[in-house]
């Protein structure tokens, strides 16, 4: 079975092809992509393109909102179909769902923590290193001496050279971090949209 959408709006891949189980993408010679049709026999500049067989793929991810569809396969591999038109990104998402039957269907909204888990992480890491250091900081301006024995670059030794620019900058220097954390988290939370999957059953 033939089946492919000509993009003419798309810099990676101005034609998506599916042909024996195998999805082909990329640009190739405009006279080849204007020659091809449905009746189409001549198909030798499909090894000019990438593809990726059924049987390599592992799941597809389609979500609202964004401009590609996401392919999954192999060992932690990944590709995109690049489709800026929301309806013919959808009808080749559609077309996939049917063409590969053995895959299971789901749709879901992410859940914050789950979308943006990257984000959450990184604050979290940041605070406890804040923590850590202004509480070192609060120490050496009372007094208190410490030394790193052994030396090296370990995670003590960072957050006591930290510590040791004192109290204010270690604030200033959260404040600065924070908003730039938040700011990335905002904007991850802002695209979270519905998400359809398809998963190989194992």
């Excluded at 190739?28 to 000019?48: R, T, V, Y």
């Excluded at 597809?60 to 396969?73: L, T, V």
């Excluded at 489709?83 to 590969?100: G, H, N, P, Y």
């Excluded at 030794?157 to 204010?168: E, K, P, T, Y």
Aim: aromatic residues 12%; positive net charge; proline residues 3%.
């Amino acid at each position: 079975m033939l089946k492919f959408w000509k993009l003419s709006d798309s810099k990676t891949n101005k034609l998506i092809l599916v042909k024996d189980n195998c999805i082909y993408k990329g640009n190739p010679n405009p006279d080849e992509l204007n020659k091809l049709n449905s009746n189409s026999s001549d198909l030798a500049f499909l090894n000019q393109l990438f593809s990726i067989p059924y049987s390599y793929i592992t799941s597809i991810q389609n979500q609202d909102g964004k401009n590609e569809i996401k392919i999954y396969f192999g060992n932690g591999s990944e590709d995109e179909l690049i489709i800026k038109d929301r309806s013919t990104k959808k009808e080749v998402f559609d077309f996939l769902k049917q063409d590969i039957p053995h895959f299971k269907y789901s749709s879901e909204l992410p859940s914050v923590l789950k979308y943006a888990k990257p984000q959450f992480f990184a604050l979290l890491f940041m605070t406890a290193l804040f923590i850590w250091s202004l509480y070192l900081a609060i120490q050496i301006e009372n007094g208190v001496e410490y030394e790193i024995i052994g030396g090296g670059r370990s995670i003590t030794s960072i957050v006591l050279a930290i510590a040791n620019l004192g109290v204010l900058k270690n604030i200033i220097g959260y404040i600065i971090l924070l908003g730039i954390i938040s700011i990335s988290l905002f904007g991850k939370l802002k695209s979270r949209s519905e998400t359809e999957f398809l998963i190989r059953q194992t």
